[in-house]
């Protein structure tokens, strides 16, 4: 049997993040204890076979972990980081927080001179979800994410090494960058659209009941965010404050044009110009954005399949597609109220989408536009 890739590995926060980590680490045999200010989260977290929790007795084979993952709020990791490096001496302590500076600030101003501060490693696993807590906990929360490992001038490389090989254990990619240079990055990635996912949800909360029943994937696609943890997300905007507000201003003029325009009456043929120009704009960023590991995006295609809405029709729907010898490398599914039946989108990698047509044809499927 190969070794496992840790020996011992003690998560402090068994949230969402810390859960995952620890479900990831278990897949392949490493001893994994939990630590949680809160005990029912713990619990739970326990329940699921995360891992095993740290009581008081456990403190001596605690303190030979050789790596530590912080997976607490931003405005805890200073203080937890910063104790954990006292508490184990000679593991390497990474966390999970979504932005870096702060938390190196923080962890410098609560380490004593001597706490082994060459010992920390910045992470932040590019994956989530609105959601928080353990029972939202996945083990393949990380398949195919970037992870940002971001050391500082003093980390030591094999503990840098240690959290990217964390990075890969639990199915990402580590991506290494300054801790700066992270957060000016995740302000346009992360933070921005997290903003204006909830500044669009915001407006639904007058909406008419009638109107709502509208909504479709598209909507839902741009507000899924907006149900975040806004504790969660007061710390993470306030601890990157600087480089989200630059970035909303930037988007607020972009918003003011395109509302100028629209009011415009008079120069409409300008104004349409303008208009287009503002979307083409957009559809050129997407086009931008990475596909699934690093692919490039053109090189998935969806096909569209109308889904009965009957016990059992999305196993078949799979089932054909597997038979077909097609990867599915993404899926969309959208459910219209009032109606018996749902839309799947299959995300497909171009080369197959004939035989994936072919497929569906031969089944029955009735693929949609
Ligand atoms: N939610 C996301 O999508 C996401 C994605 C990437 C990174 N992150 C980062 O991961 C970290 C955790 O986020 P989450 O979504 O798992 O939150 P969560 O609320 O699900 O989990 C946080 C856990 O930390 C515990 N905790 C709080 N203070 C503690 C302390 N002082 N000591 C021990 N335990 C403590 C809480 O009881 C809770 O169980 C945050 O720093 C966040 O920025 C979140
Ligand atoms: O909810 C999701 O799907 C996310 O991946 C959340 C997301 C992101 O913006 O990408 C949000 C904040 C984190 O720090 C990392 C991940």
């Keep these: 049997m190969t070794e496992p890739p840790f020996r011992r590995v003690v998560v402090i926060g068994a949230g969402l993040m810390g859960t995952s980590v620890a479900l990831a680490l278990r897949r392949f045999g490493v001893e994994v204890l939990l630590e949680d200010a809160d005990p029912g989260n713990l619990r739970v977290a326990v329940s699921l076979g995360a891992g095993v929790p740290v009581t008081p007795g456990d403190a001596p084979r605690a303190e ?9 709020p931003p405005a ?10 006292a508490r184990f001496p000679s593991a390497v ?9 702060a ?36 083990a393949d929360l990380f398949d195919g994410r970037a992870w940002a490992v971001t050391p500082h001038a003093d980390s030591r490389p094999d503990a840098v090494a240690a959290v990217e090989r964390l990075a890969r254990t639990c199915g990402a990619l580590p991506v290494q960058l300054s801790p700066g ?27 008419a009941e009638g109107h709502l029943v509208l909504a479709g994937q598209g909507l839902r696609d741009v507000t899924r965010i907006a149900g975040g943890d806004p504790d969660l997300w007061t710390q993470i905007l306030s601890a990157n404050a600087e480089p989200v507000a630059r970035l909303l201003h930037e988007a607020a003029d972009n918003l003011h044009r395109v509302a100028h325009t629209l009011e415009k009456r008079d120069a409409a043929e300008a104004g349409l110009a303008d208009l287009r120009n503002s979307l083409e704009r957009g559809a050129t960023g997407v086009r931008r954005l990475p596909g699934k590991h690093g692919a490039q995006p053109e090189a998935f295609s969806a096909v569209p399949v109308l889904l009965p809405d009957q016990p059992g029709e999305l196993a078949r ?6 038979a077909a010898g097609v990867n599915i490398e993404d899926v969309r599914i959208d459910h219209s109220p009032n109606t018996p039946a749902g839309l799947v989108e299959l995300w497909v990698h171009q080369d197959t989408v004939p035989a994936l047509l072919e497929a569906l044809a031969h089944h029955g499927w009735d693929v949609h536009g």
């Design 93 to 101: 302590v990474t966390d999970l927080g979504s932005v870096k500076a």
């Design 76 to 85: 805890a990791l200073g203080t937890v980081i910063a104790d954990a490096l």
């Design 64 to 72: 030979q972990a050789d790596l530590v993952v912080v997976g607490v």
């Design 181 to 207: 240079e992270h957060d000016e990055a995740v302000a346009l990635v992360s933070h921005l659209p997290q903003v204006a996912s909830t500044v669009v949800a915001g407006l639904l909360t007058t909406a």
């Design 317 to 322: 729907l799979f089932a054909d597609v597997g």
């Design 103 to 138: 938390a190196l600030a923080d962890t410098r101003a609560h380490a004593p001179a001597g706490a082994g501060l060459d010992r920390y490693v910045g992470g932040h696993p590019m994956a989530g979800s609105e959601q928080s807590g353990p029972l939202a906990a996945r």
